[in-house]
């Protein structure tokens, strides 16, 4: 994390988001160690995907956390984040992202935005609402031709 404590939430998600980039830089999932990311995390962190996701679902914990890194990383070849807006008032803040990501079953490409509630507690990310503007999108994205979700 950072040498000294802090409950700012920009300041935590802003190093949260440069540890992830870091860890997939160094392999992501099944390759670079989830140390650098489990101190941005309550031990008991819920993270919320839209069901229709491939990795949709609740993901519970560091385990759960790290199963989630790992479907992402399943699903998508490519998930860059663009930009990043953020709102925060106390431990709430909303983060606007601008992804591109390419889907590695199909090979399509999309651009589309991520809307995020996240708590944090104590200086750590709680809470994880993910909001996806167009999920049937996405999920097309993965269908083989010919196939309609």
Do not use: C
Request: charged share 15%; proline share 3%; net charge negative.
């Amino acid at each position: 994390m950072t040498d000294s404590y802090t409950t700012d939430s920009v300041a935590v998600l802003t190093n949260m988001y440069a540890a992830e980039a870091e860890y997939l830089a160094a392999g992501g999932p099944g390759e670079a160690s989830f140390d650098l990311l489990a101190p941005f995390f309550t031990l008991d962190v819920v993270l919320h995907q839209a069901d229709a996701l491939p990795y949709g679902g609740t993901w519970r914990g560091h385990a759960g956390m790290e199963q989630l890194f790992l479907a992402m990383s399943q699903a998508w070849e490519s998930f860059d984040m663009m930009e990043q807006e953020f709102l925060a008032t106390g431990e709430t803040a909303v983060v606007l992202t601008q992804v591109r990501a390419r889907a590695r079953a199909t090979g399509r490409k999309l651009a589309f935005p991520i809307l995020q509630t996240i708590a944090v507690k104590d200086g750590r990310i709680a809470q994880v609402r993910a909001f996806y503007w167009d999920t049937a999108a996405i999920a097309e994205a993965f269908a083989a031709p010919g196939n309609t979700m």
